[in-house]
């Protein structure tokens, strides 16, 4: 995956789902401060899925190979959709993520 997303400071939105993209979310993509969504769902992403994007409210990283979650500073989140990856327990810290509307991390391992 580009790890290059520095270079785009007032980007909201961001699909790149159905890509068969592989290897991890960059830093620069999880804590971009401007984005307000992200699907990157339908690739071959692996590893650890660390959020830190104060802006970021709906995400959306379905069939993937993810292993764990984290949340930190996601006051804006109101969607999380992580079903079927490898995902194992336990849950993320849910605290300061007061508009979370709709989670769901169907099909893993929790």
């Given at each position: 995956m580009p790890n290059s997303f520095d270079a785009l400071p007032k980007l909201k939105s961001l699909d790149l789902s159905n890509n068969s993209l592989t290897g991890s979310i960059p830093a620069s993509l999880a804590a971009h401060s401007a984005l307000n969504s992200l699907r990157l769902s339908a690739n071959q992403l692996t590893g650890f899925?660390?959020?830190?994007?104060?802006?970021?409210?709906?995400?959306?990283?379905?069939?993937?190979?993810?292993?764990?979650?984290?949340?930190?500073?996601?006051?804006?989140?109101?969607?999380?959709?992580?079903?079927?990856n490898r995902i194992k327990g336990p849950l993320p810290n849910f605290s300061g993520v007061t508009n979370l509307r709709i989670f769901s991390v169907a099909n893993n391992s929790l």
């Open positions: 899925v660390g959020f830190a994007s104060p802006s970021l409210s709906n995400v959306f990283i379905s069939q993937n190979a993810f292993s764990g979650l984290a949340m930190f500073k996601m006051n804006a989140l109101q969607r999380l959709i992580a079903n079927n």
